[in-house]
């Protein structure tokens, strides 16, 4: 199916772009514009080169913070898509149970960021939280989000499991709600197992949704910001301190607008080449479904 | 309402630097609307146009740039030569 | 037997995903007193108090009602501007296309940390700022092009025949598309509209940035009162409760949609 060639399709096009390039282009021109400047206030600047590049390269805590950020990102990716996966498997396939089914797992995503923060800090506080409680009084763990960076790190990754593993499973639901009943029935003729039929049936036919629940996973997970910036604020120390949170902090908190464009910049370009990369095995992907 | 571009904080580098960018789209666009190119394999791993090429091109060498800038004290000026001479090879060769 | 092990499994999945939920309903039904005080599965001295306090003062409850409208505004321009574009991209080649389309993803896949400090500025030098179209155009960086993305695959499962027909028998591109296309991808339209609803609701950081007292959100109210007040888990987690509701009833109006609407479309 060959599309119709058509410039005049620019027109349609047009308001998108309009909007989204005054949100986009514009402020990608001034953090460029401030990166290059030591700015004091308005109209006072001076221009300093590439002076803060270097700096935010060299800044040991920049690169943490990105080695966390990659370590993060692969965690959530190594649990949250066999997870989904699992439990779109185990899912309801109609009826009414289905629907309450999909309306329940669908909670999570519509909780705003902070809230979810919120709801997890009451969750695993040791003196009022559920789960803290039981870790500490029943199991006699010490565990306490606010002084130890293993248990912070390990409450965050709880969190965000339990925030976006819905997503996932919706992905994969849909997917397999996709596969026609005739495979299903061919798979049955010839005796395959629950495990062959995944492996040979139902994993080919979710390669499309699944390679979306990866991507939107990753770039997600990259450039969390609210969750742990309400539950740990970076801490204890700098242990949950990932790029965004960095960045805000110099940008925003501490107003130190050059050094704080130059990391934007930075970060931006990171963010570009992931995009670029998915985006290309997104169309391979796209084109290798023929069904 | 008063519209001022002054929060923007214009330089000259920048200001040359953004409207490089911004025209060389520009005579892309007008370049592949009087002539269209097809997609070709060059050395680059994957078909492009020569829109994807640019792209490639330019986002390669803000790498290059963030490289030279953070792990080395080599002189600035020489880095546009370069980036310019490794644009054309991925325009022409990629 | 295997059926009982996986719906034993699913079970004890949905408990773990409800019980931090249902911890917050609990937090939220007792006083701040009688939490730190005692330990309690169930709302020991069950009160409303918390709730009453954030319907009955304006500070609190506006925060609702300036994230509602905001996120409306929001839902309808993205739609509005993202159904043509979406088509062109289904249907018509023209140049640079899919260099637009990548350039519209990359703006999903922005972190909005970068954008939050030129944005403070540049909805400053138009006067915009605090108003909560201001909110509603900046949540436009990431809606817009996750709304061309998911309709442009439901629009690519129409076959192009129909718009063929429809053009032979004199239709012009407005009418056939308003009368005729549209009601075709009302699923679509749903989903889309659903995932507009949903990040325009969950963002935090560009809402807060880009509001100070007329437009601030319900979530910025609440993390302003996590830093002052020295904590009142009570009144927290009622207003917790209440960020939830509104994505329930949606998540309600779309159910029959998400199945199908998800198995449609690419997303």
Not at chain 1, 195 to 217: C, D, E, H, N
Request: aromatic share 16%; net charge positive.
């Amino acid at each position: 199916m060959e599309k119709w060639p058509d410039n005049k399709a620019w027109l349609l096009v047009l308001p998108v772009f309009v909007i989204v390039a005054f949100s986009a282009i514009i402020p990608l021109l001034t953090v460029i514009n401030y990166s290059v400047q030591d700015i004091f206030g308005p109209g006072q600047s001076v221009f300093v080169g590439v002076d803060w590049f270097r700096e935010m390269l060299q800044d040991y805590r920049l690169r943490e913070a990105l080695w966390r950020q990659f370590l993060f990102s692969g965690l959530v990716l190594i649990i949250e898509i066999p997870l989904g996966v699992l439990i779109a498997l185990a899912m309801p396939k109609r009826g009414w149970k289905a629907s309450a089914a999909l309306v329940t797992l669908a909670l999570p995503l519509l909780i705003p960021w902070n809230t979810i923060g919120t709801i997890w800090i009451i969750f695993t506080r040791p003196d009022i939280g559920l789960l803290g409680a039981v870790i500490n009084n029943l199991l006699g763990i010490p565990f306490d989000h606010t002084a130890s960076p293993l248990d912070a790190w390990i409450t965050v990754m709880l969190m965000e499991v339990w925030h976006w593993t819905p997503l996932v499973a919706l992905l994969a639901y849909s997917g397999l709600r996709a596969i026609p009943e005739a495979y299903y029935q061919a798979a049955r003729i010839d005796g395959a197992s629950a495990w062959s039929t995944f492996l040979y049936v139902q994993l080919p036919k979710m390669r499309g949704v699944l390679t979306i629940a990866f991507l939107l996973r990753f770039m997600d997970s990259f450039l969390i910001y609210a969750e742990p910036f309400v539950l740990t604020g970076g801490g204890p120390g700098n242990s949950t301190t990932f790029l965004s949170l960095y960045l805000v902090k110099i940008a925003l908190l501490q107003f130190d607008l050059g050094p704080g464009a130059a990391f934007s910049l930075i970060y931006f370009i990171i963010v570009l080449l992931f995009s670029f990369i998915f985006y290309q095995a997104l169309q391979r992907v796209g084109k290798g479904e023929t069904v | 309402m008063t519209f001022t571009l002054k929060w923007m904080e214009w330089t000259l580098p920048t200001a040359i630097f953004c409207g490089t960018i911004f025209l060389t789209v520009i005579a892309m666009t007008i370049w592949q609307t009087v002539s269209p190119s097809m997609e070709r394999r060059g050395f680059l791993p994957i078909p492009t146009t020569p829109g994807d090429r640019l792209f490639i091109g330019i986002l390669s060498s803000c790498y290059l740039f963030l490289a030279w800038v953070g792990f080395t004290q080599w002189n600035l000026w020489v880095l546009p030569a370069i980036i310019l001479c490794w644009i054309l090879v991925v325009m022409r060769w990629g | 037997m295997k059926v009982r092990k996986r719906s034993i499994a699913l079970g004890i999945y949905y408990f773990l995903l409800l019980l931090p939920i249902y911890w917050m309903l609990n937090m939220s039904l007792r006083t701040n007193a009688s939490i730190l005080a005692t330990f309690s599965l169930f709302p020991t001295d069950f009160t409303l108090e918390n709730y009453i306090k954030i319907f009955t003062d304006a500070s609190w409850y506006m925060g609702y009602v300036n994230a509602i409208i905001y996120v409306g505004m929001n839902t309808v321009i993205s739609l509005t501007v993202a159904l043509p574009a979406a088509y062109a991209f289904s249907r018509y080649q023209f140049v640079g296309d899919k260099q637009m389309f990548f350039w519209l993803l990359t703006n999903r896949m922005a972190p909005a940390a970068v954008f939050a400090l030129p944005f403070f500025q540049l909805y400053s030098s138009v006067g915009l700022l605090d108003t909560h179209i201001a909110v509603a155009l900046a949540h436009c960086l990431f809606n817009v092009p996750l709304s061309v993305w998911i309709l442009e695959g439901f629009m690519s499962g129409v076959p192009r025949e129909i718009d063929e027909t429809a053009f032979i028998d004199g239709y012009s591109l407005p009418r056939f598309f308003i009368t005729i296309f549209i009601p075709l991808i009302k699923a679509g339209v749903g989903v889309t509209a659903f995932f507009c609803f949903m990040f325009s609701w969950v963002e935090l950081l560009l809402a807060r940035t880009l509001t100070v007292t007329n437009a601030k959100p319900i979530s910025a109210i609440m993390t302003r009162t996590i830093s002052a007040t020295g904590l009142d888990y009570g009144l927290l987690a009622a207003a917790g409760i209440l960020t939830i509701l509104p994505g329930a009833l949606v998540i309600w109006f779309v159910r029959n949609y998400m199945a199908k609407g998800f198995a449609l479309g690419r997303v």
